[in-house]
């Protein structure tokens, strides 16, 4: 692989490309090709184009005068990724990605998904573009997700339950993996979060980068300055490096991750290779990645992605946990003082941004990156709450 491309993939110590030559071969023609493709004015343009026209961006930075009111500190404000179409962030990813592989020549995608999220915004950047699409999802994730199975076949994409291992996210990131082994000739994995070998952490930040843009030009028209600090919940990390990218470079600016306790990659992990790259991982006593487990099926993953784990080993951004109860608490409180109901995912931030807003004064500001919107949350929380 190219020397420069290769640094280009480290955050520090973490990143890189841990995988067999083969699929070196194919990683280092996608970095190629993301590099030629990312700069040139015709395929932003076209980025631009879809964001505006079929995602409904630019989505707007919410002042939530209640929420600020209730918790009465800084001014609360929300980035409504929940607006996007299909409900969250990731769509912004999957619409780059697609627009890459047509650009070079793919005819067939393919995707992982844990919560569905990630499946449903491929099946529907699929759909619109006229790719074949095939998406890995853990057995157990079908079950968990039914109603997301049903929305990516009725998109017209071929769901495949794995069995493999628990069943679960990482278990379809190997078999996605292994399918594109297979497959290169004709396929482009669309990786659905900021982890994986080089490029696809670079690759998913650049695409997610567009949260911070916007926020940053919000909340500088609506305030006249920066944020103090910027809330966002972490599974692979995608919505987070997205929310905080045009941040990192403004030290007044505190970056702060939210995870599960019950999945607390950053707050535990120790550096270690996973699925081709190195980050911070929870290993268990045989040093095998932990089975985790989070009422957020979309933040249930052992590893995080390269770049926050350098953010966090350097220092830059902090990580947190939040607990189940405050998730729920967190959710409800939301939906009743703004109007909102979020994602499972999102009510972690919102839950961590609870506990640090009485730390903070009425003339600072807090960013809650709202990665997506409750709907296909409220069957699961209405069972947990009888
Ligand atoms: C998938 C998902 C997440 C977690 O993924 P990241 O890559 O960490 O952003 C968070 N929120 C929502 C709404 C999701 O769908």
Known sequence: MDQQLQQEGYFGEFGGSFVPPELQEV????????????????????????????VGRENPLTYAERLTKAWGGPKIYLKREDLNHTGAHKINNA????????????????????????????ATACAMFNMECIIYMGAEDTRRQALNVFRMELLGATVVPVHKGQGRLKDAVDAALDDLVRNYENTFYLLGSAVGPHPFPTMVKHFQAIISEESKRQ??????RLPDAVVACTGGGSNAIGAFAHYIDEPSVRLIGVEPDQAPSLTQGVPSIIHGF???????EEGQPKKTYSIAAGLDYPGIGPEHSHLKVSGRAEYETVTNEEVLEAFQELSRTEGIIPALESAHAVAYAKQLAPTMSEDQIIIINLSGRGDKDVEQVYQMLK
């Open 27 to 54: 990683l280092s023609y996608l970095s190629e090709q993301f590099y030629k493709f990312r700069d040139d004015p015709e395929f932003k343009e076209e980025l631009r184009y879809y964001l505006s026209e079929y």
């Open 278 to 284: 190195k980050c911070l991982v929870l290993l268990d």
């Open 219 to 224: 909340i500088v028209e609506k305030e006249g």
């Open 95 to 122: 619409i780059g990605q697609i627009l890459l592989a047509k650009r070079m020549g793919a005819k067939r995608i393919i995707a992982e998904t844990g919560a569905g999220q990630h499946g449903v915004a491929t």
